[in-house]
């Protein structure tokens, strides 16, 4: 009886216990893989965006003007060129007269045709890589190797090619027509290998990590993939099982869960790719060795088998000794209270001579009995009184409980949905500035356009500039969670540059308002920051201005940027003021935390957080401050950048 808790009970309570922990466990190593799924997609999202501007930069340049000018020849000259220098695998150009066709077959030609840039997984059969390149033909070719649980064909040669397909307009007059480029993903083991490396980093640099595995399928055939058949064989031409196939690529679902993977079993994750026909027609696909998690799984439930056997071996003595002393004074007192509880109300204890515990619990209880004669009728009627306390008190005490178990998931699901709003009001934030700069471009063209484009062909470009720009803000999302993890793109420039720029952006905004502009920039120090950040800070600022102003009939907002040191060191100021009516003195200290916002019913408050970030990664300095004529007027401080 003795020993019951700690050889019964306790290994209950240890089961339960490793139950729950390998099911969270488990738990934890699938939210893993669909972390790492996401990075992956991501980088095809980058390769696919990255690959659809260069095609875009390429057929906007002045050298593709004039090479269109010189030749035929010229042009597909300077397209091989550009091809190489790219490191796309094909590059051409379709003129107006020749789009009908390819225009059918090709979603993405159609759309470019239409006049805009369109980026897109296709599938090219032989014939088409044939007509590109033979080179690609060659390189797509791969003989399906017979693989288990794979679903049975009759084919023995997968030689069609997965390609990032896209596509530009070309409008330059007279040379109307799409600009056409992509790169094969079939044996692209570089790509293959980048996203393994992403995912899954090494211990020891140089060496690639062969416990995280990364692989692209077409359809259900390994066409670029880490994955080894031997130690440096890589597993192309395998196929995935059937019950994978099914649910990814016949029912669209991302599949999440361990999966038989050539040879061994892996902790997987497959995402289905859709192709510019809105077909799904292959699978992105992360996982790593299940084994090692396994090993360590195994590890740590002998490690905690071994201790509890040792706690056994060593307090069942201790235990038996101390309960030898326990229950023989407790067999005489369990004997006593039998006698009284069968009427008995003289029984008492004998021979209680130990002083411990034990002993005066049984001087005590004979004392209790010698009054229990004496009580015994209050005692019965208190016995319904107390009874009634109690069943109140625990029903209390239930409902006390229960509400503190509501209390707390709601702070969880709080905490969850925090987490989550942070992150969207972020990219909805980013988002809406270059969008209101589209839209503000939008406006003075309809406004502006007549017979004759010429005199808005400056808010045209900066249109197709902002859109490229809106793709980098929400690849950046990242970088401004996790600024460590992505690198640094600074560069030394004029402040004057990136200012002026976003005065063209936001022109429209004064006319609207009648607000008036007054800029003093007599900065000459060039400063080490990224262009379109820095571009984002005053655009923030200026919007900001202008919106505390929105409720004046008109206002004056001042630019103004001076060589100043700070600290002893070199630097370049920027002030950003306006004729508002200034920031709440409750608020003065806290404008750049995250949401906080003046702005009613708009606005996610991440504006000026995100700027402190940016300036402050320089290695500057941004504060807010209300004038003494009204107003509030920004200070952005930066170090000077002198070269070498």
Known sequence: MALLPLIVLMPMLLVLAMTRWTADYDDVLIAKVESDLRIAEQYLGQIMAGTGASIQAVSNSTDFLLAAQTG???????????RDALSLDFLYFLPSEDLLLPAKRWPVIATAGAGMLDTQIDILSNQDLRTLSPEMMARARLPLIPTEAAVPTDRTVEDRGMVVHSAAPVAIKGHEGVLVGGILLNRNLQFIDTINALVYQSEQPGVPNRQGTATLFLEDVRVSTNVRLFEDVRALGTRVSAVVRNQVLNEGRTWLDRAFVVNDWYISGYLPIVDSFGGRVGMLYVGFLESPYNTAKRAA??????????????????????????????????????????????????????SDEIGQVATHLNELLDQVQERDRTLRSWADELNDRVDRRTAELHRANQKLEDTFQ?????????????????????????????????????????????????????????????????????????????????????????????????????????????????????????????????????????????DCKSGTLKINTYDVERDGKAGVCMTVSDTGPGIALDKINAVFDPFLTTKSAEGTGLGLSISQTIIQEAGGLITAANQKDGGAIFTVWLPAHTNG
């Open 72 to 82: 035929d020849f010229a042009v597909a000259r300077h397209l091989a060129d550009m």
């Open 301 to 354: 439930y002998w490690a905690v088998l071994a201790s509890f056997a040792a706690v056994v071996i060593i307090s069942a003595p201790l235990f038996l000794y101390l309960a030898k002393g326990i229950f023989s004074p407790l067999e005489r007192m369990t004997n006593t209270m039998q006698r009284v509880e069968d009427g008995d109300l003289a029984a008492r204890i004998s021979n209680v001579s130990n």
């Open 410 to 550: 709601q702070l969880v699901m709080s905490e969850k949905l925090a987490s989550i709003g942070e992150i969207t009001a972020g990219v909805a934030h980013e988002i809406n500035n270059p969008v209101a700069v589209i839209q503000g471009n939008v406006d003075v063209i309809r406004e502006s356009l007549g017979e004759n484009a010429a005199p808005v062909e400056t808010e045209l470009n900066l249109i197709d500039r902002q859109i490229v720009r809106i793709g980098a803000i929400v690849g950046k999302l990242l970088q401004f969670a996790r600024p460590g993890e992505f690198g640094d793109f600074a560069e030394s420039i004029d402040l004057s540059v990136p200012i002026n720029d976003s005065l063209v952006l936001v022109k429209h905004q004064f006319v609207k308002q009648d607000i008036t502009l007054e800029q003093d920039q007599t900065a000459k120090a060039r400063v080490l920051i990224d262009p379109g950040e820095f571009q984002q800070v005053v655009i923030n600022l200026i919007i900001n201005a202008v919106q505390a102003m929105g």
